[in-house]
């Protein structure tokens, strides 16, 4: 049955791409968009459920596979990608009433959103490096047009900066990936099944020199489209700059994406490189991202480029994770992936029902917002305390993993100062939010339109999850994470 | 047939340098397309010499899409967006360019000396050339200020990357080739149309005006 079920999953964002172009009323756009995602959702969720219960979905022969690690970025793309399409529903619907945008825009918004969204999809699907690396291009290329949306000079300076610097780096990557397919040549002969099922087979008698330079190369590259330091300094731009929906899966979903283009490359290469070596190059990206992004998180007058400092932090974090390398600490760095992608896109539907009403992302104009939009600022509130870390929301068990696993494995030093910026970060989070939310009402209060429910909708769907996910981890995704785990820290 | 493959595969460095001194946008998209010509002789030859189809098909998909597609759009929009004859400008001078450009070509050499290869079709020295290609690529994505010299940068970078392709991985499966290339296409028509709105909204396409994204 999974032969069928991974091609029709990705066959049916294409699907919807097609009749959005040539579909005209914004109702139909809306029903095709929210069938689309449920139903990329169900499917998901049915292929995951057999991958927990030990089956390998596969497809085309190794081209398309579905194992444990692709498997969380899967459920982060099924479910932040349909909760994102709800909220796009909601925020154009009142950016055409409002008529900041017209109906050619509308189509060609859900158009690219379904394509973008079937990019990711195969990020996490592909079974074949090749494959891998041009899905995680592709996002790119895909979601420029979106950050350059609004059309005005400032979002067209972060789509060119995000296209140019991320594509740079996706090249750097698959440099990266031609060196390990050579390495590969000298165990498996000139022509093979660049697959990951096939190398990771004789990973152990890869040579250790090519190995470990593929990794660097791919780290260097694929890092500066997950947004680790120092080649991050397009991510503020374009995530701050996009529509809110699209940043929501920017920040939450393609992040994660670039993150699983490196981790293929760590289990592959790590064997015949010496996990050790390579540990050490992630935990030194992942610490100075940390640090560049509490910098700048100290500093922030904009509450949409916060948020997006605080993506480069966690995914520093899930590198630190990652490279601490024990079980503790590497599934912690999963759940990390999984609570960020909720957390991150739950603030951004908050402050992008902010943006609506107030046309407005300085931290400084917006004010007393429990008594002008009490919804929204309950989202805000609770959305900002699980994100920055706070028991007992879920983030805080993840931190809490990768810091104490830190330690396990008597990486003392890096423990220390994550620890540290953990703390700031939380202030620098939490802070702005809460002068947002609860002080003073402005004399001109209740200006700006009313903002319709569907854009709240979404919102409160993710705050189920992340409170939920902070009392209770279900078995299933447990065993899925622990999984994906023990393919980078066996 | 070494000597062949040597000769082509420096012809695709020199027309690297010929679009790191190019000062007009049209000359650049010359160079590219002529790089792109050689790059396609270079597929040819080694079809000739395998007899392996895939490259073949490489051959032809390189010269339709790199040597004539690509430039053709390229000139579609300098025409219609960025005046043909214009002058673009630096952040790195021609002098001091060509001089790091040579040190970089020196350094994809050395680099090549360093990785172990198996060889397939072609051999070292056209796995430095790729490797100066796609370091000159990133350089002159880096040292020109105009968004369309950026982008034949990149594109040059890609050039060098699929000879570095044929050299390392020349048994990769041709879909993955098809999606290297569609991935191009799109991305260059996607950076094109980033470009003509640049024009119609700032009134030029020169990035070092586009500051207004700071902290």
């Known amino acids: ?490 | 047939m070494d000597l062949t493959e040597y000769v082509l595969a420096g012809v695709v460095l020199l027309a690297t340098f010929w679009l790191l001194i190019a000062r007009r946008i049209r000359a650049a998209v010359n160079g590219y397309s002529f790089q792109s010509w050689a790059l396609a002789a270079v597929c040819l030859v080694t079809f000739l010499q395998s007899g392996r189809w895939h490259l073949l098909v490489m051959a032809l998909s390189t010269a339709a899409i790199k040597a004539l597609l690509i430039p053709a759009v390229l000139r579609r929009l300098v025409r219609e967006t960025v005046y043909d004859r214009r002058e673009t400008r630096y952040y790195v001078g021609v002098p001091s360019a060509l001089l790091l450009g040579t040190g970089l070509s020196v350094a994809g050499f050395v680099v090549a000396r360093q990785l172990p290869l198996v060889r397939d079709l072609l051999g070292e020295p056209v796995l430095g050339v790729s490797i100066a290609v796609v370091l000159l690529g990133f350089f002159i994505a880096l040292a020109r200020r105009d968004a369309a010299m950026q982008l034949t940068g990149l594109l040059v970078a890609e050039n060098g990357l699929l000879l570095l392709g044929l050299v390392l991985g020349a048994g990769l499966p041709m879909l993955v080739d098809f999606a290297l290339f569609l991935d191009v296409l799109v991305g260059a028509v996607v950076m094109g149309f980033l470009i003509a709105r640049m024009h119609e909204t700032v009134g030029s396409t020169d990035t070092s005006e586009l500051t207004r994204l700071r902290g």
């Open chain 1, 1 to 490: 049955m999974s032969q069928t079920l991974i091609p029709v999953l990705l066959a049916v964002p294409l699907a919807a791409a097609a009749v959005t172009w040539l579909a005209r009323p914004p109702a139909v756009l809306y029903a095709v968009g929210a069938a689309a995602h449920v139903t990329i959702l169900a499917l998901a969720i049915t292929l995951l459920t057999g991958v927990v219960g030990g089956a390998e979905p596969h497809a085309f022969g190794r081209w398309l596979v579905l194992d444990h690690l692709g498997g969380v970025v899967l459920l982060i793309v099924a479910t932040v990608g349909f909760t994102s399409a709800v909220y796009s529903i909601g925020y154009l619907h009142h950016e055409l009433t409002e008529r900041a945008v017209g109906r050619g825009e509308l189509r060609r918004y859900f158009a690219l959103l379904h394509v973008f969204v079937f990019t990711m999809l195969l990020s996490a699907l592909a079974g074949n490096l090749g494959l891998l690396w041009t899905a995680i291009a592709g996002t790119t290329i895909v979601s420029a047009p979106l950050v350059d949306f609004y059309g005005s000079r400032e979002p067209l300076e972060a789509a060119w900066k995000y296209i140019v610097l991320t594509t740079a780096g996706s090249m750097v990557a698959l440099l990266g990936y031609l060196v390990l397919y050579q390495a590969g040549v000298h165990v498996l002969g000139v022509s093979y099944d660049f697959s990951f099922s096939v190398l990771s087979a004789v990973a152990p008698r890869l040579p250790a020199a090519a190995a470990a330079t593929a990794f660097l190369l791919v780290l260097v590259g694929f890092g500066a489209k997950a947004g680790l330091a120092p080649m991050h300094t397009w991510l503020p731009d374009a995530h701050s700059q996009a529509p809110s929906p699209v940043c929501a899966l920017l920040s939450g979903v393609e992040l994660n994406c670039a993150m699983l283009g490196i981790l293929r490359a760590f289990a592959l290469t790590a064997p015949a490189a010496g996990a050790g070596r390579l540990r050490l190059a992630l935990l030194a990206f992942g610490v100075l991202s940390m640090l560049v992004a509490v910098v700048f998180l100290v500093s922030q007058r904009d509450f949409k480029r916060l948020l997006a400092y605080s993506s480069i932090e966690q995914m520093g974090l899930v590198a630190v994770g990652v490279g601490a390398g024990v079980p503790l600490a590497v599934s912690g760095a999963m759940l990390q992936m999984v609570n960020h992608a909720f957390s991150k896109s739950l603030m951004f539907f908050a402050t992008g029902n902010l943006l609506l009403r107030f046309r407005t992302r300085a931290i400084g104009s917006v004010a007393g917002l429990v008594h002008d939009m009490p919804a929204t600022a309950i989202l805000l509130i609770v959305g900002v305390l699980a994100l920055a870390g706070a028991p007992p929301f879920s983030l805080f068990v993840s931190e809490f993993s990768i810091v104490s696993g830190a330690a396990v494995a008597h990486q003392w030093a890096p423990a220390l100062i994550v620890a540290a910026l953990l703390a700031v970060g939380f202030l620098a989070l939490v802070w702005p939010f809460n002068r947002m939310a609860f002080s003073a009402p402005p004399g001109s209060a209740g200006q700006g339109t009313t903002v319709n429910p569907i854009v709240l909708l979404p919102a409160y769907l993710s705050l189920v999850v992340v409170v939920g996910l902070g009392f209770w981890v279900p078995s299933p995704l447990h065993a899925l994470l622990s999984g994906a785990a023990r393919t980078l820290a066996p």
